[in-house]
Nanobody
Framework: QVQLVESGGDLVQPGGSLRLSCAAS????????MGWYRQAPGKQRELVAS???????NYENSVKGRFTISRDAAKNTVSLQMNSLKPEDTAVYLC?????????WGQGTQVTVSS
């Protein structure tokens, strides 16, 4: 069993910044990828950013240049630094982990960008 616990979501004004963190625990074997999805009301869940075990990063087009994903492999944590936030970034952000045994998601943390 794998547990993912997110933190860092909040209400922030447009142009502001937030840092999301996720800690993975439990029966973790051979992490391949860690990342963040987001789900906004009425929209499909989308992959925002990911980082592989060798450090390769990928970003959804709308967040490139604004979001930065990082990972601490020794602690099984992944973070998402979000700058220049826009109202369209408002969503529940879910931590994601892929291992050789499957995919796992956290419960999510709410990010609201509004003035």
């Amino acid at each position: 069993q794998v547990q993912l616990v997110e933190s860092g979501g909040d209400l922030v004004q447009p142009g502001g910044s937030l840092r999301l963190s996720c800690a993975a625990s439990g029966s973790i074997r051979r992490i391949n990828i860690m990342g963040w999805y987001r789900q906004a009301p009425g929209k499909q869940r989308e992959l925002v950013a990911s980082i592989t075990s060798d450090g390769s990063r990928n970003y959804e087009n709308s967040v490139k240049g604004r979001f930065t994903i990082s990972r601490d492999a020794a602690k099984n944590t992944v973070s998402l630094q979000m700058n220049s936030l826009k109202p369209e970034d408002t969503a529940v952000y879910l931590c994601w982990l892929r291992t050789s045994f499957g995919n796992y998601w956290g419960q999510g943390t709410q990010v609201t960008v509004s003035s």
